[in-house]
């Protein structure tokens, strides 16, 4: 069985530009995750989506939405990209929201911005 | 807010001794979810072991058992009989059962970078 799939694998954007990082989760997972890992750190919470709707967000600005699609495939958009954006985003995806279940992670896109 | 806590940034351990990696949290829940994630130079965090608060037994996967104290808040992972594979970054992260419309996410420590020497 597939994992969690995340593309691009690696990214060099430019300040101010607009990246899409993509997300497909195991099948049969509902819950998709985005985290964003700055080099030294532990992971923060960006978003969570269930069933297709927003469950919740980190504290995070505007500039950066997601969304998740039918397939429960999602895209983490971030606008008007500051060098303080360099980051790995991952991915992890959950059958349900309910249970024990620690999230099934991705191997990430690392992004830079100069 | 719940919070993480990992105070050591880095441990070493020599082959097929045993290491203790230390976590303590911070919550007003009583319901909620303990995990250790394992991150490789490979980047895809993996997940090592599981407790639930409401379980008083330790939890135990293989060579990995937990400790854990609810009442100290603390959650430390012991690595029995280490092996060089098990060199990586660990992060103790929280959980809390999900609410009626509120996200279930994973708050991360700021890990513990774990050397294995021969």
């Known amino acids: 069985d597939a994992g969690v799939t995340q593309s691009p694998t690696h990214l060099i954007k430019t300040r101010g530009q607009h990246v899409t990082l993509r997300c497909s989760p195991i099948?049969?997972?509902?819950?998709v995750s985005w985290y964003q890992q700055v080099l030294g750190q532990g992971p923060q919470f960006i978003f969570q989506?269930?069933?297709?709707?927003?469950?919740g967000r980190g504290n995070f600005p505007d500039r950066f939405s997601a969304r998740q699609f039918p397939n429960y495939s999602s895209e983490l958009n971030v606008n008007a990209l500051l060098l303080g954006d360099s980051a790995l985003y991952l991915c992890?995806?959950?059958?349900?929201?309910?249970?024990?279940?620690?999230?099934?992670f991705g191997s990430g896109t690392r992004l830079t911005v100069v | 807010a719940q919070t993480v806590t990992q105070s050591q940034p880095e441990m070493s351990v020599q082959e097929a001794e045993t290491v203790t990696l230390s976590c303590t949290y911070d919550?007003?829940?009583?319901?909620?979810?303990l995990f250790w994630y394992k991150q490789p130079p490979s980047r895809q965090m993996i997940l090592v072991i599981r407790?639930?608060?409401?379980?008083?037994q330790n939890a135990t996967e293989n060579r990995f058992s937990v400790n854990f104290q609810k009442a100290a808040k603390s959650f430390s992972l012991k690595i029995s009989d280490s092996q060089l594979g098990d060199a990586a970054m660990y992060f103790c992260a929280y959980r809390s059962p999900p609410h009626t419309g509120t996200a279930s996410k994973l708050t991360f420590g700021t890990g513990t970078r774990l050397q294995v020497t021969l």
């Open positions: 407790q639930e608060a409401y379980k008083q």
């Open positions: 989506y269930y069933e297709k709707e927003e469950r």
């Open positions: 992890a995806s959950s059958p349900i929201l309910e249970g024990n279940y620690g999230y099934t």
């Open positions: 099948s049969g997972h509902k819950s």
């Open positions: 919550t007003s829940e009583s319901d909620y979810y």
